[in-house]
T-cell receptor, first 110, second 114 residues
């Protein structure tokens, strides 16, 4: 079944603004991860948040996790044109494959 | 190697031919995953290897698809009698057990079936 569904599907903002993407999932998880993809090729791991954590920061990235609502959000602050990419959340259950959502296409306009 | 390596980068094949896609994971990563991605779409899970356990093949779309992982390292994804709907980017990733530290992806193989 589909897990890790992001919204919005597409987001367009001006450079310097903040971008927020959301992810919802259906089953219990061990951790949730966010990835970035440029030009439809390999994904790059951005940040991991465990099921017992509520918030995590890495540079301009802030991730929250609400296991009661089975949802997560990724906030990119002070966005740059170079942040333009597709962003995917992935849910992980120990010993199982990563389940990716359909992604959010972010466009940051200079 | 320093990262996950996939070959070839691009493959154009005629409908009905067989193709083999190769993935060389990061040394020490016990988990290896294959996904495919159609243009503008999300990642579709194909198969997952974890150590010496039986692979999770639940994502393979048909019996034309198979994969093996030799010696717990290199993996080969084989597509027999290719069809046009098989055209996609095939992505391989590896990770430590439980996905700790995240999955590391190769740059993918773009398969075009003509």
């Amino acid at each position: 079944s589909q897990q890790g569904e992001e919204d919005p599907q597409a987001l367009s903002i001006q450079e310097g603004e903040n971008a927020t993407m959301n992810c919802s999932y259906k089953t219990s998880i061990n951790n949730l991860q966010w990835y970035r993809q440029n030009s439809g090729r390999g994904l790059v791991h951005l940040i991991l948040i465990r099921s017992n954590e509520r918030e995590k920061h890495s540079g301009r990235l802030r991730v929250t996790l609400d296991t009661s609502k089975k949802s997560s959000s990724l906030l990119i602050t002070a966005s740059r044109a170079a942040d333009t990419a597709s962003y995917f959340c992935a849910t992980v259950r120990y010993g199982q494959n990563f389940v990716f959502g359909p992604g959010t296409r972010l466009s940051v306009l200079p | 190697g320093a990262g996950v390596s996939q070959s070839p980068s691009n493959k154009v094949t005629e409908k009905g031919k067989d193709v083999e896609l190769r993935c060389d994971p990061i040394s020490g990563h016990t988990a290896l995953y294959w996904y495919r991605q159609s243009l503008g779409q999300g990642l579709e899970f194909l198969i997952y290897f974890q150590g010496n356990s039986a692979p999770d093949k639940s994502g393979l779309p048909s019996d034309r698809f198979s994969a093996e992982r030799t010696g717990g390292s290199v993996s080969t994804l084989t597509i027999q009698r290719t069809q046009q709907e098989d055209s996609a980017v095939y992505l391989c990733a590896s990770s430590l057990i439980g996905g700790e530290g995240g999955a590391f992806f190769g740059q993918g193989t773009r398969l075009t079936v003509v």
